[in-house]
Each structure stands twice: as C-alpha cells, then as structure tokens.
C-alpha cells in the first residue's frame, strides 16, 4: 500500500458540556489512500462531523478542543501547526463541503465572489483571473450559463444548485483531500444521486481523496472503496466496502445491515434505528460502550474496552465477541 | 425602485399631516399664555383693551381651526412657516440659520457614535468573555445609564476647575471659519456621540455573535481566511442590517439628545432655538420647529430602509 494521504492517530476531540466533558471522538484512528473514498458512517451522534471537522481544526473553541493524537496529512502533523499553517491547508489542500447548503453559503455576498475566493485567498491570484476560474469550475459543476451565474446571490439558488456551488468552491484550489459532510442529507432523493455522481466524478478527475459522511448504507455500497463504522465516538469496525456488505464483523455494523434491505439499489434508505438508545456520551457503560444494545455480549464486555484490531486482510474490529 | 420611492414620499403626506395638527394643537395646550408672559415683560397696565389689541394683532382671537389652516396654507403655498410673536423675524430664516447648525452636530455625533460602537462592537464579540469584552460591556451600560446632560455639564465645569478653561462663547458658523467651528463641535458631538453609541455597540456585538454561528461563517473558517477576512467580509455585512435599522430608530433621541446638548454647550442650533422659543411660548417656532424635525425623522428612516438594499441582496423595493 502506498504512503496515506491522511493518517488519523488516536484522535480524541473531547466537549464541555453542563453535564461534564465527552469524548465527540475517543481515540479514533483511520488513513485514507491517495484517490480513495472512504466513507464514515454510524448513527446521528457518534462523532462523524466532529472528526472531520477535527481534521481542518474547525472544532469550535470553547466548548469544544482535540485533546490527543495526530493528524497526519502528507507526512505533516496539522494537530501542531500555527494559525497561519493551519489556514494555508483549509480549502486549499483539504476542502470541506457541509450538509446544510441552503445556509452555507454566505446570503450577502455573489456565489462568484464566494468560489473565487480561495483562489484569491491560497494563490494571491487577482479578482479578475479568480472570477474566470471561478466561471470555470462553476461550469464544471453544470451549472448552466455559469458566466451569467457569477453576480447572482445564494438565495436565487435550489438547494441542489447550492451544493453544485459548495462543490466548486471546494474545487476551487485543486485540494488532494475533499471531506464532505453528508451532503445530500439535506437534498431531495432525486437530486441526491446527481450530487453524489458529480462529487465522484470530480474526484476521480483530479485523483483527489474523498471523506464521504452518511447515514445511507445505499451511498456507501455504491461510492466508497472503505467504509469506517462509528459508534459512540470511536470506529468500531473497518473494512473495504465490499468486504463490510459480505462479511459484518461487528455486531453493530450487522444491526445496520440488518435493518437496510441489501445494497445494490439506489440511495435514498437511511439507517434504520436499531434496538434501543444510543449511547450518553456524559455517562458511557464501563467496557463495550455497544453494550447495552449488543445481542452477543459477553461477561468481558462488561468490563474490558475492545480495540480496534486486525480480524482479516485489511478489516478491522473493535469486538471480544466472535459474530 | 422609482416606484417604490415614489409610494414612499407619497405616504409622508398623511403623516406629515396628522404631525403638523398635533403640534399645532398641542403647543396651545401648554400651560401658560404668551399674552400674559408679553404683557408682564412690559410692564403694562393688563387692561382689557391693550389686551385685546395684542390677542387681535397677533392673530390669536381667531378660531384655532383658522390659525391651523391660515398656517399650513403659508406652509404648502409659499413656504411660509409664520413669524415670530416676540421678535417678528419670520421662522423660515431662523430655520434656515439653525437647521445646518443642528444637521452638522447631529451628523457628527453619529459618525462618532460609529467610529466607536462598530469597532468596539465587533472586537467584543470576536473576544468574548475576554477581560475586554468585560470592560466594554460595563463601559456600555454606564453609557446607558448616564443621561448625556450630566455628562455634558461635567465635561463643561471640570476643564474650567482644573485649567480655567472655558467654552467659546461666540459660535463660529462652519462656512466663517471650518476649523474654529469644529473646534467647538467636536466636544458637543463626542458627549453626543458616545451616549447614542452605547445601544448601537450592543447590538452590533449580538448580531456579530449570532452571524459568527451561522453555518456560511463555518465555511469561510474551512476556506482557509484570516480572522480578518471571516469577520469583515463574512459577519460585518450580514450583522450590520439591524444595526442599520436601529441608527434610524434612534434619529429621534439623536435629536432629543442634540436639543439638550446644545442648551448645555450654548450652541445656536434648533434644539436652542426650540427650547427659547418653547419657554417664552412662541408658537409659530415651536410648530415650525417641530414639525421640520418630524420630516427630518421621516427622512432618515426612508434613508434606512433604502441602505438596507446595499447590505441585504434579498431586499427588493415593490
Ligand atoms: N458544539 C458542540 N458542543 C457540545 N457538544 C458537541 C458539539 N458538537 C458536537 N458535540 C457532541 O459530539 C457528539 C457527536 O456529534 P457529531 O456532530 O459528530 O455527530 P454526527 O455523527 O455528525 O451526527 P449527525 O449524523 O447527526 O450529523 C454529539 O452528540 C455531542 O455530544
Ligand atoms: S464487545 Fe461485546 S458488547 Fe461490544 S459489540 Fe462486541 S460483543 Fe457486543
Ligand atoms: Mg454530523
């Protein structure tokens, strides 16, 4: 295998909150390859959005702080660089792309102004050349009549539209890494699949890594090379998607597929929710935070935390229990 | 946006009109007769009769619905706003002499309530809960609390305690001599300023903290600018828009304040002129007076709703 582009180590992002500190994250540690799609997913609450937002640092500051492990993103440790350091990566080198595109555009200013920015920003380029680029990308994204496009304000836009230009802002400085934040959660289900082919496309185009958060197990079958189960805050299960669909390690990750009819078919189903609560971050079980809901629980769960390890060619679980 | 401005300077029509009819029916509710106040002054015997001819010679024994229309019609037809009852100058000049006067103490007050409560604003939300965010605010709230004529009285008597100085008393008009009169404005204005600046300092620092929350500013965090960049052209525009609109909700007490200011720093402007002309009565200047200032208010929030076009892409003028 080649070098990663991003290596995760033991990464723990924790919260102040009234009812005392969690742990949004709690030791997690992933790579994604150069080009590859790795997609995270795991029910509303276990950590996904924190830990991409970990990786650019965006976590805000208070309530929340990455207490521990490292970041590394070719080769380079982003947990330690300074202010500007840390600028110099976001949107240049690591675009992000959130969920919520009809509030994620900035309503008083141009979508050209807003997709042409980073390039002014990382580049020092001059308005006038950003704009073209910005023209450019906007029609890459197909949006129609893109140079017509470049005055016209968020607001004039559908939320489909709105993502098309989140995607193009993210393409704007060629990044080697885009993480996108379930970005189609918040679209209708037609538009959902157009987004998701045209975030593929683009990727593959420039050889770029990709980060796909999810709720839907239809999106992973279908987009990603590796898949990261989270529960609670930590990854309880990873493996390339081929080998999660035909052989769930983790009894949770079988609870998942458990509720979604099989893959194959297009988007649009959501995890359905399993037995029982998810877990308090506040008050978490000593030993299997799964536990609780866990149908092959065994007595060391209740005592023993389960690490992350290596149960075959490259599939990993954090389980005592043989399922 | 032609049409919208014309409905809109249609509609002060009306408005200007219910005005002039309640200061015009008010002033003559005060307590207190100017034919009683003129006739003590000169000392004369308060017979019937030269009372009478006093009442007749100034055209107050006519029906109070004749005064008002003999008076909105010099009004509308020859902008004619009435003489003064004690000194006989026609109101239209005085105006014309104190209006700049009160335009420029106003128009300076706000420009430095800006200069301090945008900044200030900005940086105490940017640092929150900072030992600076804490000073800021106190210092807010002791604005709020301290009226501006005591603030003005002690900016007058302390100066003249400690180094015997003493304000001009000769007011320079701005066209004598630019540099003189601002020399005596800018101390008015400050006093001004900095007591309107108190409400447009809060607000900016809550409507900068919400924006700072929204999503679009987590996206310009992840383009990868500078604090600079994030606050100034992401937040600013979008916290301003409020901010805007209470600049205009306070044109009235900027006035009020300016009326008081200008008595404390004896400045020859409308606030001097009404307070005078109220004190001895004067009812063709107190309307005048007053009814100009409404229009300058209606003015100004009209002014308001038209920026908020420059800072919010979704307004459209119908
Ligand atoms: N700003 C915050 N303040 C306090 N706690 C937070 C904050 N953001 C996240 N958390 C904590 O981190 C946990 C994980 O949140 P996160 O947003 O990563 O979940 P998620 O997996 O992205 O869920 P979803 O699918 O709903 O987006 C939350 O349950 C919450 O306890
Ligand atoms: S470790 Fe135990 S409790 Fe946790 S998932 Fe595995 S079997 Fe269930
Ligand atoms: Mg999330």
Redesign the interface.
């Known amino acids: 295998m080649t070098r990663p582009l991003l290596e995760v180590n033991n990464l723990t992002t924790r919260f102040r909150t009234e009812r005392g500190t969690v742990a949004a994250v709690d030791g997690v540690s992933f790579q994604v390859a150069p080009g590859e799609t790795l997609a995270i997913v795991g029910e509303s609450g276990s950590g996904k959005s924190v830990t991409a937002l970990s990786v ?1 640092r ?1 976590i805000p500051n208070p309530p929340g702080r990455i207490e521990s492990g490292e970041i590394l993103f070719d080769g380079v440790n982003l947990v330690k660089l300074d202010d500007p350091g840390i ?6 080198k690591i ?2 792309i ?1 969920q ?1 595109p009809m ?8 979508v050209g102004l807003q997709v042409a ?2 390039i002014n ?2 580049r020092g380029t001059p308005w006038a050349k950003a704009y073209e680029a910005a023209t450019e990308l906007i029609g890459r994204v197909r949006i129609a009549d893109a140079a017509s496009r470049l005055n016209s ?1 968020p ?1 004039q836009y559908s939320g489909g539209m709105r993502q098309r230009v ?1 995607i193009a ?1 993210a393409l704007a400085c060629a990044p080697r890494l885009i993480i996108a934040d379930e970005p189609t959660t918040a679209l209708d289900v037609t538009v959902q699949a157009q987004i998701l082919d045209l975030l593929k496309e683009v990727t593959r185009e420039t050889g770029s890594s990709l980060i796909l958060i999810t709720h839907d197990l239809g999106v992973v079958a279908r987009y990603a090379d590796r898949v990261a189960v989270m529960y609670g805050g930590r990854i309880v299960e990873v493996a390339p998607a081929r080998d999660l669909y035909a052989r769930p390690q983790h009894p949770y990750t079988l609870g998942l597929m458990a509720s979604v009819p099989r893959l194959d078919g297009g988007g649009g189903r959501r995890l359905m929710p399993i037995e029982g609560q998810p877990p308090d971050l506040a008050s978490l079980p000593p030993g299997c935070s799964f536990g609780p809901r866990c149908r092959s629980i065994i007595p060391q769960c209740r005592t023993e935390r389960p690490e992350l390890i290596q149960v075959a060619d490259r599939h990993a679980k954090a389980c005592f229990a043989n399922v | 946006m032609q049409a919208y401005l014309a409905r809109r300077l249609l509609a002060l029509i009306p408005a200007l009109f219910f005005a002039s009819l309640i200061v015009f029916v008010i002033v003559r509710l005060v307590p207190g007769n100017i034919i009683d106040m003129m006739l003590a002054q000169n000392d004369v015997g308060a017979d019937k009769l030269s009372r009478d001819q006093l009442v007749g010679a100034l055209g107050l024994d006519r029906p109070m619905w004749q005064q008002y229309f003999h008076w909105i019609g010099g009004i509308l037809l020859h902008g004619d706003f009435g003489r003064s009852l004690w000194q006989n100058t026609p109101v239209r000049e005085l105006l014309g002499a104190r209006l700049p006067v009160t335009f420029q103490l106003g128009f300076m007050a706000l420009i430095v309530a800006l200069i301090i409560a945008i900044p200030i604003g900005i940086y105490s939300a940017i640092r929150q809960d900072t030992a600076g965010d804490y000073l800021t605010r106190s210092f807010s709230i002791l604005m709020l609390a301290v009226p501006s004529f005591w603030m003005g009285t002690m900016v007058m008597v302390f100066p003249s305690i400690w180094w015997g100085w003493s304000p001009q008393v000769k007011f320079v008009a701005f066209t004598e001599d630019p540099l003189q009169n601002l020399k005596q404005m800018i101390l008015p204005a400050v006093i001004l300023g900095t007591a309107l600046s108190a409400i447009t300092m809060r607000l900016t620092r809550t409507m900068m903290l919400e924006v700072l929350r929204q999503d679009y500013i987590r996206t310009a965090w992840a383009k990868g600018l500078s604090e600079n960049l994030v606050v100034v052209r992401h937040a600013l525009r979008n916290a301003l828009i409020p901010v805007v609109t209470l600049i205009g909700l306070q044109a009235p007490i900027l006035i009020g304040g300016a009326v008081i200011v200008e008595q404390i720093f004896v400045i020859p402007g409308m606030g001097l002129l009404l307070l005078d002309a109220i004190s001895q009565r004067d009812y063709p200047i107190i309307t005048g007076v007053s009814l100009v200032i409404g229009f300058c208010v209606m003015l100004i929030n009209l002014a308001v709703d038209l920026s908020y076009g420059l800072l919010d892409p979704k307004v459209r003028y119908r």
């Open positions: 650019l965006l600028r110099a990566v976001r949107g240049n675009a992000m959130f919520e509030s994620s555009l900035n309503p008083a200013l141009t920015e980073p920003v990382h304000y607001h989140m802002m």
